[in-house]
């Protein structure tokens, strides 16, 4: 898996992903918040039964990849083979970092078209919890994925940052997504781009961290 000699690392699949349901987080997406806001029992139990709904129409699939940096001034960072990620806050989060850990998630179609469905149908509360759930599982899979791979790092003696940027947010812009898309081939775990770079199905996410060197290395 290292890719520290100047070339990037292989693709890491991940076909499922087996991850505790972020229950406290969906809440806190849809606005409540345990001690600040009343929810009478009956409502939370007919959210608890959407969420175990959305449990049953997702399909968490992952991938990532090792990718050694280049080089990097204010405004960019180069990625093995000349890509770039134009982004100054981006740069300054990696500046001791020699790679980089690309990752993706998403949560799969189905669960889209349920929320859009229940949507439509007039069942807005159900579509906005599905949608909830859809979200902050796709983002539990991300931690997942970090902490899973931090595991392999740490045997050699390195370990990923404890933040990631994702295109669309701060000062990295979608435009960037297509790189990313291309060196992680989202294809493979069955997300495409449309050409406005934006991810189909809709709860998929791509993130990018550094991978700090271990006492040997040099950054």
């Known amino acids: 898996m290292d890719a520290s000699q ?28 345990s001690g600040r806001t009343e ?11 959407v969420i175990r709904e959305a449990e049953s129409l997702i399909r968490l699939r992952g991938v990532a990849r090792r ?17 770039e990620l134009a982004s100054g806050k981006l740069s300054r989060l990696l500046e001791r970092c020699p790679e980089v850990l690309l990752m993706a998630a998403t949560a799969g ?14 069942s807005a509360t159900r579509g906005v919890v599905l949608d909830a759930a859809a979200s902050e599982i ?3 899979a991300l931690d997942w994925i970090a902490a899973y791979l931090n595991g392999t790092l740490l045997r050699e003696g390195k370990r990923l940052l404890e933040r ?7 000062d990295l812009a979608l435009e960037s997504q297509r790189t990313l898309f291309e060196l992680l081939d989202l294809s493979r775990i069955g997300v495409s781009l449309t050409d406005h770079n934006l991810l189909v199905p809709e709860k998929s ?12 290395d040099r950054p």
Not at 10 to 29: A, K, Q
Not at 39 to 49: F, G, N, T, Y
Not at 67 to 83: N, Q, W
Not at 109 to 117: C, F, L, M
């Open 164 to 170: 990631r940027y994702s295109p669309g947010y701060g």
């Open 138 to 140: 796709t983002d539990a």
């Open 109 to 122: 179609s189905e669960i889209v078209a349920a929320a859009s469905r229940e949507t439509a149908s007039g």
């Open 67 to 83: 990718i050694p940096v280049e080089g990097r001034d204010a405004g960019r960072t180069v990625l093995s083979g000349g890509r």
């Open 39 to 49: 929810l009478p029992e009956e409502r939370r139990r007919e959210v608890d039964r």
């Open 205 to 216: 996410v791509i993130s990018v961290t550094g991978i700090l060197p271990g006492a040997g």
């Open 6 to 33: 100047g070339r990037p690392g292989p693709l890491i699949l991940f076909d499922s992903i087996p991850l505790r349901t972020p229950v406290r987080e969906i809440y806190r997406r849809l606005g409540w918040r």
